[in-house]
């Protein structure tokens, strides 16, 4: 098999050292990245060539659905190549993404699957899957771990993620010293079951990876403005789940827990760097 047949048989491109840190919670996250020759295309091109892959993987598509720019961007883009994907909102506490959710299932003719859980099994959740196995804060990853355990169940699905390598809190600047970020929670839905489900449709491939690294004309761009003229969607700023007083003090005790809070759990890289290591890669 060539590189892409290979990446798209086995995802296989990109990983990380998750396993090893759930077993030694003290080791650093790291990334293991295997690049393939690929194409350079715009980000629109790249888009189609993705919902195109997923398409060829012949399996029914479900799309973690939280109403922020990166989730209705994949379901939108998968919509478009007539792709059938179901949107899962997962509803627990409150956030103004979710009537973005709601909008854009209407908008496209689409009945979601809502799981609405109480604030009691998310924190449940939370310690269970995510603190205990993790001795991590990522409580947001919680969303697409219920996601991705509801969709295990159905035979020959795939559960598509909005996660991506780009720094993207709403109102920062995008600065060229920090472009390709990872954190280990990004990950944690990849490694919680055994049965791999979910796939990250901004990390698919690297011909849309690559494609959507901000140039210099981007300078001075916050990230909601880079995503709102690069996805051609509503501006937004990043906006953050609402608990119950009760609800975000026991998420606050539980984070007091972890053994290891100022351990480095990301990994950044400047534009610069990440057109260096993959630059050779492309193909002339």
């Not at 990004?186 to 011909?207: A, G, H, Q």
């Not at 690069?230 to 005790?253: H, P, S």
């Not at 290891?260 to 990440?274: D, E, Q």
Request: net charge negative; proline share 2%; hydrophobic share 35%.
């Amino acid at each position: 098999m060539n590189g892409i047949e290979k990446m798209l048989a086995n995802n296989s491109w990109f990983d990380t050292n998750l396993k090893q840190r759930f077993n030694d919670k003290s080791v650093d996250l790291s990334f293991i990245i295997n690049p393939y020759r690929f194409k350079t295309m715009t980000f629109d091109e790249a888009t189609d060539f993705t919902c195109q892959q997923l398409s060829d993987l012949n399996k029914q598509i479900f799309v973690s659905f939280s109403g922020g720019y990166d989730s209705e961007y994949a379901l939108r883009s998968l919509h478009r190549n007539s792709i059938i994907a179901t949107p899962i909102i997962v509803k627990c506490g409150q956030t103004d993404e979710l009537k973005y959710a709601y909008e854009t299932c209407k908008q496209l003719r689409l009945e979601p699957i809502i799981l609405e859980i109480s604030e009691n099994h998310f924190l449940d959740f939370f310690e269970e899957h995510v603190i205990n196995k993790f001795d991590s804060i990522g409580y947001n990853s919680v969303y697409n771990m219920i996601a991705a355990d509801y969709i295990s169940k159905i035979d020959n699905s795939i559960l598509v993620s909005g996660n991506h390598f780009l720094t993207s809190d709403g109102i920062d600047l995008i600065e060229d010293t920090e472009i390709f970020l990872g954190y280990d929670w990004d990950f944690y839905v990849d490694c919680f079951l055994e049965k791999k489900v979910n796939i990250n449709f901004f990390m698919y491939n690297l011909e849309i990876v690559y494609s959507i690294i901000p140039d210099n004309t981007s300078t001075g761009m916050t990230w909601a403005m880079f995503k709102h003229e690069k996805f051609k969607l509503k501006i937004r700023n990043k906006m953050r789940y609402r608990y119950t007083d009760e609800t975000q003090k026991k998420i606050n005790g539980l984070i007091r827990t972890i053994q290891y809070p100022n351990k480095k759990i990301k990994v950044a890289w400047s534009k610069n760097k990440f057109y260096e290591y993959f630059e050779k890669h492309k193909e002339l």
